[in-house]
């Protein structure tokens, strides 16, 4: 997508993840969610869905959705990559901000936000008050993971990671060392929960993988988020990402919520 490799299907074993983000986010939740329990989740811009087959191919118990904005990712899927064949899985081409805003308070585990234009989250997926409705529709202890891009000042990381906090008791960022360290950009991942969120996944463990990450979570977490307000829906971003978006592939942002576009 827009010259960046954006997936990864394993469609013999769907529990082979090669994205390291994907990983690390997998690895976050089955220590969250027990592979015996029911788990209702939905993924916002889920591509081939490789998060969706793997959990469940994981769970018996797991129903998730995606919602998908790219019609052609999704028939791409179906033609080539045995979509159709995954069970208890979902897939609607729309607008991922309008489903979740149709579905009742805590009708979910988990919800994962993984959607692009060009290499720029879209802003109505980053904003408190998107937060807020993700926050109504998770049950007590349910997760929003968000994977986004960011460059080297990680401004958009810590708008989201602040508009997480006004929402959630725990947040944790997630990335690999030299982006914490500003010396490179790439994927990170925003975590979120009102229950403590498992170290066994936040911190060693992450330095274990075949491509190490760290977490920043707590006074940490608050050191980089102090000074930077969360992203609002009707305050344009100014963050660097925002202002360098238009030399990178598609750049047109969706209209705002209730507009038409």
Same mark, same amino acid.
């Given at each position: 997508?827009?010259g960046?490799?954006a997936?990864?299907?394993?469609?013999?074993?769907?529990t082979?993840i090669r994205?390291?983000?994907?990983?690390?986010?997998?690895?976050?939740?089955?220590?969250?969610?027990?592979?015996r329990?029911?788990?209702d989740?939905?993924?916002?811009g889920?591509?081939?869905c490789?998060?969706?087959?793997y959990?469940?191919?994981?769970?018996?118990?797991?129903?998730?959705?995606?919602?998908?904005?790219?019609?052609?990712?999704?028939q791409?899927?179906r033609d080539? #990559?045995? &979509?159709?064949?995954?069970? !208890?899985?979902?897939?609607?081409?729309g607008? /991922? $901000? *309008?489903?979740?805003? =149709?579905?009742?308070?805590?009708?979910?585990?988990?919800?994962?936000?993984d959607?692009?234009?060009?290499?720029?989250?879209?802003?109505?997926?980053?904003?408190?008050?998107?937060?807020?409705?993700?926050?109504?529709v998770?049950?007590?202890?349910?997760?929003?993971?968000?994977?986004?891009?960011?460059?080297?000042s990680?401004g958009?990381a810590?708008?989201?990671?602040?508009?997480?906090?006004e929402?959630y008791?725990?947040?944790a960022l997630?990335?690999?060392p030299?982006?914490?360290?500003h010396?490179?950009?790439?994927? #990170?991942l &925003?975590?979120?929960?009102d !229950?403590?969120?498992?170290p066994?996944?936040? /911190? $060693? *463990?992450?330095?274990r =993988?075949?491509?190490?990450?760290?977490?920043?979570?707590g006074?940490?977490l608050?050191r980089?988020?102090?000074?930077?307000?969360?992203?609002?829906?009707?305050?344009p971003?100014?963050?660097?990402?925002?202002r360098?978006?238009?030399l990178?592939?598609?750049?047109?942002?969706p209209?705002?919520p209730?507009?038409?576009?």
């Amino acid at each position: 997508m827009d010259g960046v490799e954006a997936s990864h299907v394993d469609l013999v074993d769907p529990t082979r993840i090669r994205f390291e983000y994907l990983r690390h986010l997998v690895g976050v939740i089955d220590a969250m969610f027990p592979a015996r329990d029911a788990l209702d989740a939905l993924q916002v811009g889920g591509g081939p869905c490789t998060l969706a087959r793997y959990l469940v191919a994981t769970r018996r118990r797991a129903r998730v959705t995606v919602v998908e904005r790219d019609a052609g990712v999704v028939q791409a899927s179906r033609d080539h #990559l045995m &979509l159709d064949e995954v069970p !208890r899985l979902e897939v609607r081409v729309g607008d /991922g $901000r *309008a489903a979740l805003a =149709d579905l009742p308070d805590g009708a979910l585990d988990l919800v994962v936000v993984d959607a692009f234009i060009g290499l720029v989250a879209p802003h109505a997926l980053s904003t408190t008050e998107f937060m807020a409705d993700v926050h109504r529709v998770l049950r007590p202890g349910g997760l929003h993971a968000m994977n986004l891009i960011d460059v080297e000042s990680l401004g958009l990381a810590r708008a989201v990671a602040a508009g997480m906090g006004e929402q959630y008791a725990s947040v944790a960022l997630l990335a690999e060392p030299a982006v914490l360290e500003h010396r490179t950009s790439g994927n #990170l991942l &925003l975590l979120a929960s009102d !229950r403590p969120l498992p170290p066994e996944a936040t /911190g $060693r *463990a992450l330095a274990r =993988d075949a491509a190490p990450w760290e977490a920043r979570t707590g006074r940490a977490l608050a050191r980089m988020v102090d000074g930077h307000p969360p992203l609002r829906d009707d305050v344009p971003p100014t963050h660097d990402l925002a202002r360098l978006a238009p030399l990178w592939g598609r750049v047109k942002q969706p209209p705002p919520p209730g507009q038409v576009g």
